[in-house]
C-alpha cells in the first residue's frame, strides 16, 4: 500500500513539472482598424494629386506580441469615375516589425501597392516600397513628442525610376482633456529624381487632428487636416494642396 502511494504521489509530481512537449502559449495579437473620409488622395510622399474628388480610406493592422504586424490599406473613390485609371482606388499590403533597439524606437516594413491602373490586381502601375524608420519619443506631462527619420527604397512597375525618398519629421501630441487630445505633426520630405517621372524637390507636410475618445477602444478624429507646401519649384504641376476630412478609430 505504501509503495502504491509512493508512485500515486511521485506521478503527481512529474504531471505538475513543465516539459519541453508543452506547446508554448499563443501569442494574442492586437488589431487595430481605422477609416477616414478625405476630401482629395494626395500621395504623401511627393505631393503628387492622386485623385482631385473625396475618398473614403480603410486600414487594419495586427499586430503580434514579438514586433510583428501585418497590415491591409485601402481607398475607394466616392465619384462616379470610372474605376479605369482612377488611382482613389487602391489597395495596398505590408508585413513588418515595429519594436525598440536600445533607447530608439525602430520600424521596419514592405508594401505592395496594387493600384488600380488600369484596374485593381493587373499589376500595372503597381508599387514595392520599403520604410525603414528610427524614432525617439519623449513624455514631458501630457505632452509627447516622437521625432523621426525615414528612409523609402521606391520602386514602381510602370517602367520609371526607382529611387529613395526620405524625410524627417516631428509627431506630437497633447492631452487637452480627459477625452480630447490634440494631434499634430510636420515633415520635411525629399524625393530623388526619377520616380514616378518626377522631378527631384522637397515638401513640407503637416496634418493636424482634434481625437475625441468615446470610449477605452473607440476614437473619432474630428476634424482632420492635411496640407502639403512645396519647397521646391517643381515644374510638373505639383503644387500646395489641402485636404479636409474625419476620421475613426477602434482597437481590439
Known sequence: MCTWSALVVLAAQLLSLPTLAQTPPAQTPSISWSTDIFSKYVNIDDDALLHGAPVIQTSLNV???????LYLWGSKSLDMDSPVENLGNEIDYA???AGKTGPVGV?????????SDPLLFKSHGDVVQSVVEVNKEFILGKQTFTPYI???PTFPF???TAGVYAAVG??????????LAFNQAGRIG???????????????RYEAAFAWQLSKNSVVRLPTFRAFFTITSFNDGRTNEYIFGAGYDRTF
Do not use: C, M, R
Open 63 to 69: 499586430k503580434f506580441e514579438n514586433g510583428i504586424y
Open 158 to 160: 510602370d517602367g520609371t
Open 95 to 97: 508585413v513588418g516589425w
Open 150 to 152: 525615414q528612409f523609402l
Open 190 to 204: 525629399y524625393g530623388a529624381p526619377g520616380i514616378y517621372g518626377l522631378t527631384s524637390g522637397y515638401i513640407f
Open 107 to 115: 520600424d521596419i516594413s514592405v508594401y505592395y501597392w496594387n493600384l
Open 170 to 179: 516631428l509627431k506630437h501630441s497633447v492631452d487637452l482633456t480627459e477625452i
